[in-house]
């Protein structure tokens, strides 16, 4: 997907947005846990949408929270609901951000995008010395709903979502430590790349 298609394609689902898939993509807790913010630190949360991982920021003492969209119909709705936060519109895979950030984060927007390897190494760009990174994403189906991985994988690609992209091999060119997190039921996947090279 491209950055017209996304502003033309997201701008039309802002409205039902958080009602269609605040539980269908999961995997927000523990992701956010994962990228362990604390107190003080500057967040940047590329492509956020209407800004539904925002609250585990400020939960964990988020000085600021900056999210960058290329929809602005999704980021009115990021502003309604947190008016603290700095919403900008722009391209992921070209944006830049004022200052440094302590933290990256970046839910299920990669297996959409055209160019994601630029985007994960224009985040990169903005994270601190001591900075973290987490991807949320969509991986193959596993545990209990396996047998519907077939169904799931044409589902999310009439959406535009690949669910086998490399985002470990591109984080490793950057991090010194990179996990892969695979709960054992669902689709969800969260990478951490922390400390970098
Ligand atoms: C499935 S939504 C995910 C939103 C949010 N991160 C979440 O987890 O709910 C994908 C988001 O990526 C944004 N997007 C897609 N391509 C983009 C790009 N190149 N630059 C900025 N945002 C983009 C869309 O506008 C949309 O808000």
């Known amino acids: ?11 039309s689902q802002a409205a039902i947005y958080n009602a269609t898939r605040r539980h269908f993509l999961r995997g927000r807790e523990s992701a956010t846990a994962l990228l362990g913010v604390e107190p003080g630190d500057r967040v940047a949360d590329f492509a956020c949408g209407t800004g539904l991982n925002f609250d585990w920021f400020y939960r964990a003492g988020a000085s600021e929270v900056i999210g960058i969209d290329a929809s602005s119909r999704m980021l009115d709705r990021a502003k309604r609901r947190y008016p603290d936060a700095h919403v900008l519109q722009g391209d992921i895979v070209t944006c830049s951000i004022e200052g440094e950030v302590q933290k990256v984060f970046c839910s299920y927007a990669l297996s ?3 160019d994601w390897e630029k985007a994960i190494e224009n985040m990169v760009r903005s994270l601190s010395r ?3 990174l987490a991807i949320l994403d969509f991986g193959p189906m596993r545990g209990a709903l396996r047998f519907s991985d077939p169904l799931f994988r044409w589902w999310i690609g009439i959406h535009g979502a690949d669910p086998d992209r490399g985002y470990r091999a591109v984080l490793e060119r950057f991090f010194r430590s990179v996990e892969v997190h695979l709960p054992k039921h669902g689709f969800a996947v969260t990478l951490i790349g922390d400390g970098l090279l």
């Open 112 to 114: 959409l995008i055209d």
């Open 130 to 132: 001591d900075g973290r």
């Open 1 to 11: 997907m491209n950055l017209s298609h996304a502003e033309i394609y997201f701008d």
